[in-house]
């Protein structure tokens, strides 16, 4: 828990008569958060409710957890908050932007300059190098970037001695790691994270995700991560529990003990 205060401005609504996104449970800044967000695939016998009835704040300069069984909507939830996909119904924000009020290309510029994805498939150019691929959003806003930040992110994500390689040169653990180098480069107020250590051996992901918590800590970065992992929750400030589309429960300071614990309750 923080004892910051919720600023003049903060949640401005972004157009008359919409009430400003609300405040994160017990805490104070969001810096994006879903109200009442329902997603349905398909129709009739073949629909699917992936989000049902979601409202979840995640708030400023703190590493959230998303867990939940495959098939919870988790990746659906980043997706819709990131602005990547658009909700049945139910409204996402990112800062005091409510994303339905943006047209096509505000969004797009919301995105290129609040966001970073790492998607459970990399996403990345296959015919940029690793380096390219690394600074490639920042470049799109004409910047080059900071280079003595690109080289601690590159130097603790391991990619060193690989920079000049494509992707299909790389690995899938080192693609994962040009992934996240990607977003954690460009500083966005915001990193959505799909299972960024998922194809990892310990050791690495272990590096990257001390990594994402010092950009927390030290940098104020907010990050958003879905895991399966709960050794990698335990490296979040929060976890947020999702079973059948729904936010089951949520846990602070968690250990990947309780956390497990709390995901066989779940489980019953
Ligand atoms: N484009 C789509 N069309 C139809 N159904 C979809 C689509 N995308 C997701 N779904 C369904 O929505 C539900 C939620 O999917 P989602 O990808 O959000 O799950 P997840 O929690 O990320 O799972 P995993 O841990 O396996 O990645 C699932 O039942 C899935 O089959
Ligand atoms: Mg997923």
């Known amino acids: 828990m923080t004892d910051e205060t919720v600023q003049p401005g903060d949640f401005a609504p972004p157009a008359p008569g919409t009430p400003p996104p609300p405040a994160a449970t017990g805490t104070a800044v969001a810096a994006a958060g879903a109200i009442d967000a329902t ?9 699917v409710i992936a989000l049902d009835n979601v409202s979840v704040t995640f708030e400023r300069s703190k590493f ?17 908050l990131a ?6 119904s139910g409204s996402v924000f990112i800062g ?10 505000e969004l797009t510029e919301l995105r290129r300059k609040a966001v970073g994805f790492i998607f459970q498939a990399f996403n990345l150019i296959p015919t940029l ?6 600074k490639l959003p920042l470049m799109l806003g004409g910047d080059s970037g900071d280079k003595a930040w690109f080289q601690e992110v590159v130097d603790t994500v391991g990619l060193g001695t690989r920079l000049k390689h494509r992707p299909s040169e790389l690995s899938g653990g080192q693609q994962q790691r040009v992934a996240v180098a990607r977003a954690l480069n460009a500083r966005p107020d915001i990193i959505f994270a799909d ?25 104020g970065q907010t990050i958003v991560m879905v895991t399966h992992d709960p050794g990698a ?20 300071e968690p250990t990947a003990e309780r956390v497990l614990d709390r995901i066989k309750q779940l489980g019953d």
């Open 195 to 219: 299972e960024p250590t998922g194809n990892l051996d310990s050791r690495s992901g272990a590096e990257i995700l001390d990594f994402m918590r010092r950009a927390v800590r030290e940098y």
């Open 83 to 88: 602005g990547l996909d658009s909700l049945t």
């Open 96 to 105: 005091n932007t409510y994303l339905a009020k943006l047209n096509d290309k």
């Open 39 to 47: 997603k349905r695939y398909g129709r009739g016998e073949s629909e």
């Open 129 to 134: 190098t690793a380096e390219e691929n690394i």
């Open 64 to 80: 959230t957890a998303i867990m939940g069984p495959s098939g919870s909507g988790k990746s659906t939830l980043m997706h819709c």
């Open 233 to 252: 929750a335990s490296y979040a400030d929060r976890v947020v529990f999702l079973a059948d589309g729904r936010i089951r429960d949520e846990m602070l």
